[in-house]
Nanobody, 124 residues
């Protein structure tokens, strides 16, 4: 599986942005696809995840209420809709995929495949 993330850019605080993660081949139905982010000088941080087949979603506390993860199985694409963006959301955002169980859903090491990352910069 190859993943390609895109959609990042420079926005102002309060704006919205949608990231896309395109898979090169049909993602295995048992896979979970997640978004992580890494700000300069900080550890990679889990943001949100979705079961590719059932569509169940999971969110980090920092994303609840502002971010929404969704999928389009026909397009093999996962989306991250981000609303009310804050300067603290500035980071490189990565999508990742793998046969991840719920208890490990926020653990980056549990994911087999990673996209190259897309930079989101939120100005104040």
């Amino acid at each position: 599986v190859q993943l390609q993330a895109c959609g990042g850019g420079l926005v102002q605080a309060g704006d919205s942005l949608t990231l896309s993660c395109a898979a090169s081949i049909r993602t295995q139905n048992r896979y979970t696809v997640a978004w992580f982010r890494q700000a300069p000088g900080k550890e990679r941080e889990y943001v949100a995840a979705i079961h590719y087949s059932g569509g169940r979603t999971y969110y980090a506390d920092s994303a609840k209420g502002r971010f929404s993860i969704s999928r389009d199985n026909a397009k093999n694409t996962i989306y991250l809709q981000m609303n009310s963006l804050k300067p603290d959301d500035t980071a490189v955002y990565y999508c990742a995929a793998g046969p991840v169980i719920v208890s490990s859903i926020s653990t980056s090491a549990a994911y087999y495949y990673w996209g190259q990352g897309t930079l989101v910069t939120v100005s104040s």
